[in-house]
């Protein structure tokens, strides 16, 4: 297995430092956060694009997803949501990222019209992820925080660039146990964003195995080939401890949790 983190534990910090963390502590990839309050965003043009590609190239580090924030499953007009997917999609080709994530967003609406919304959008974007050799990956979270959320979705897409970023945190509020997630996801897993916690009502980042979530249960159920992306939200919670000061530690932690599968 290898090993990301997302920026979002170090939010804002230039991309020369993103890739010198990864590479010095160990990590083979970083989950780059695509947002106009981050370096790297759909608003960036080529010279900038190709300076990011050569800063990961030069540290061995590999982008492995740009983490964009198009909600799928919202209420409103299609081509907004189709737009800022396209762009992401742009991003990710030029950045050479497998990955582009997105969330469902769907809110208070009626599930199966939220489902149907987000299926849509998906499937009208998936021949430009094939073209740009990028798959979008709809998160488990809010609106669809389980795998068999996820699910109702993904399956009437039925689209190979299309598929599912498991969100261990996510799945477990939702009540769900790892191996139903994961049952509901392996068809369509792009890779699997890990934290910790304290409670399902102290969701502050702690570092990883400080915690409750069922990381090892999780974990023994994937394949060698799955990505672990360590997802540490120091950007929605100042107080937290530095995500740089943990990596390391963080590191220790994947191998033994990769250590103990069959």
């Not at 990590?27 to 309050?37: C, K």
């Not at 919202?74 to 997917?85: C, K, N, P, S, Y």
């Amino acid at each position: 297995m290898k090993f990301a983190f997302s920026t979002l534990g170090v939010p804002g910090i230039p991309v020369p430092e993103v890739a010198r963390l990864a590479a010095a502590h160990g990590y083979h990839g970083v989950e780059l956060r695509a947002h106009p309050e981050e370096p790297v965003h759909p608003g960036i043009g080529e010279s900038e694009r190709a300076d990011t590609v050569e800063e990961f190239r030069a540290a061995g580090v590999k982008i492995l997803a740009v983490a964009g924030y198009p909600r799928v499953a919202a209420a409103g007009d299609d081509e907004a949501v189709r737009q800022e997917l396209a762009e992401l999609l742009l991003l990710a080709r030029d950045l050479g990222a497998p990955y582009v994530r997105v969330f469902p967003g769907g809110g208070d609406q009626d599930p199966a019209e939220a489902d149907a919304t987000a299926a849509r959008r998906l499937a009208a974007v998936a021949p430009l992820a094939a073209d740009c050799g990028v798959r979008v990956l709809l998160e488990t979270h809010d609106s669809h925080r389980t795998g068999a959320d996820a699910i109702r979705v993904l399956g009437p897409v039925g689209h190979p660039n299309i598929g599912a970023l498991w969100d261990v945190m996510h799945t477990w509020l939702g009540g769900e146990d790892p191996v139903d997630s994961h049952a509901a996801l392996s068809p369509h897993l792009g890779y699997v964003q890990v934290k910790d916690i304290a409670s399902a009502e102290d969701t502050r980042p702690l570092p990883l195995g400080a915690g409750v979530l069922p990381l090892a249960e999780a974990v023994e159920l994937l394949a060698d080939d799955v990505w672990l992306c360590w997802e540490y939200e120091k950007r929605w919670y100042p107080g937290a401890a530095e995500l740089p000061g943990l990596l390391d530690e963080g590191r220790e932690q994947l191998l033994r949790l990769t250590a103990r599968r069959p």
